[in-house]
Structure formats: C-alpha cells, structure tokens
C-alpha cells in the first residue's frame, strides 16, 4: 500500500525567506502526485500535480513553485513567502482509485 | 466542470444517535465519488470510495454512504455516532480526468 511522507511537520518562517517542503512516496512506482492547500482548517485548495518526473501543472498561480525531481519525490518550494503563503500544505498521491495524504506541514509565515 | 456541495458546515448529534453528513455532487460521465475524514492537524484519511455496484458502500470505522444517482448525492451515514467521530469530513468526487475535486468540508460534532 502507498504511504505518503511529508517534512517539516512544522515551519515557522519570515516573510521573504525561502521555503522547501518535501514529500517522498513509498509503495508506489510512478504515481501522481499533489500539493494542496488548506486555509484555517477548511477546504483544500489545489496547488500543483504531477503525473511524472519533471512534468508539474500549476493549478493556482501564485509566488509558490513545485519540482518533481525523482519518481517518488515532490518539493513545494518558494524564493520569498508572504504572509498569506501561512496554512497547512498537503501532499498526497494516486493509488489505483484513491487519494492517499501525508501528515501535513503547517507553515507559519510572519 | 466537476463540483461537490456540502450543504451544512455544521453537524451536531448526541452520542448513539445515527449520524449523516451530505454530499451533492455534478461531473460528466460516470462519478467516482469519496470520503475523507480529517482529524485537527493531521491529513486526510479515506473512509470509503463508490466506483460501481452496490448503491449502498460500506467503509472503515463503521460508517457508510449512500450513492442516488437520480439525487446525485452521496451522504456519509453512522448508525450510532460516537465522541470519537467528532473531525471534519470531506467529500471528494473524481470524474474522467485525474483530480479530485474536495467539497468545503462539515465539521461533525458528537455530544457525550
């Protein structure tokens, strides 16, 4: 069964630092995968996908990016954050038929 | 253009009591229909997926959904709602593409 890893678990940053979140799959060959965002503990905002490496498609534009550099890995990442960049990022991925989520990575930006 | 509908952001029921949580949904094509349960600060967990067959879908932790397709919904049931169920609840439809599409998510509470 596929399992999804995300890190940090937490991150508390300063607005115009950089950001790098991470999150690996385990169980799965060549699955898509996605970042999500959810605002004040509701709705999932969908970020970016991926159906393979180094193919990304941007569903919201905005200041963030997503890279996709091995099979089973896929970085959310930022130059600079800004405040409205805080919320709680979701990676998750495709096993036949169902969505499977990491632990979350809840990011404060002050 | 898919879309799901939770009509209430709010569930309160009283331990034992049965528990359903709504769910509408519009897709082209056949739908492939979710749901998730999310306890504070962590991910989503799936509960229960309808694809084909049965109209009634049986998941983990007891609960189970209701696909009408004349309806087009798919509410979450529980016959006897425990405090534990207490988490926010999201339904998730899939249609001919790869991405899902989350409705707003309803917040069940459960009364001791």
């Known amino acids: 069964s596929q399992t999804i890893h995300q890190w940090p678990a937490t991150l508390v940053q300063p607005v115009g630092s950089p950001l790098s979140l991470e999150c690996t799959v385990e169980g799965t060959s060549n699955p898509n995968l996605y970042w999500y965002r959810q605002a004040a503990g509701r709705g999932l905002q969908l970020l970016f996908y991926s159906v393979g490496i180094g193919q990304i498609s941007s569903e919201v534009p905005q200041n963030l990016s997503a890279s996709r550099p091995q099979d089973r890995q896929f970085i959310l990442s930022s130059k600079k954050l800004l405040l409205s960049d805080s919320g709680f990022y979701l990676c998750?991925?495709?096993?036949?038929?169902?969505?499977?989520f990491g632990a979350g990575s809840r990011l404060t930006v002050l | 253009a898919q879309s799901v509908a939770q009509p209430e952001d709010q569930v309160n029921v009283a331990e034992g009591n049965p528990l359903t949580v709504k769910c509408t949904y519009s897709?082209?094509?056949?739908?492939?229909l979710f749901w998730y349960v999310q306890y504070p600060n962590r991910g989503l967990q799936f509960l229960l997926k309808y694809i084909t067959g049965d109209n009634l879908v049986k998941g983990s932790y007891g609960f189970e959904a209701e696909f009408n397709k004349s309806q087009t919904s798919f509410h979450l049931k529980k016959p006897s709602a425990l405090v534990s169920d207490s988490a926010l609840y999201f339904c998730?439809?899939?249609?001919?593409?790869?991405?899902?599409?989350f409705g707003p998510g309803t917040r069940l509470s459960v009364l001791p």
């Open positions: 897709v082209s094509g056949n739908p492939y």
């Open positions: 998730a439809v899939r249609g001919p593409g790869q991405n899902f599409v």
């Open positions: 998750a991925g495709m096993a036949p038929n169902v969505l499977t």
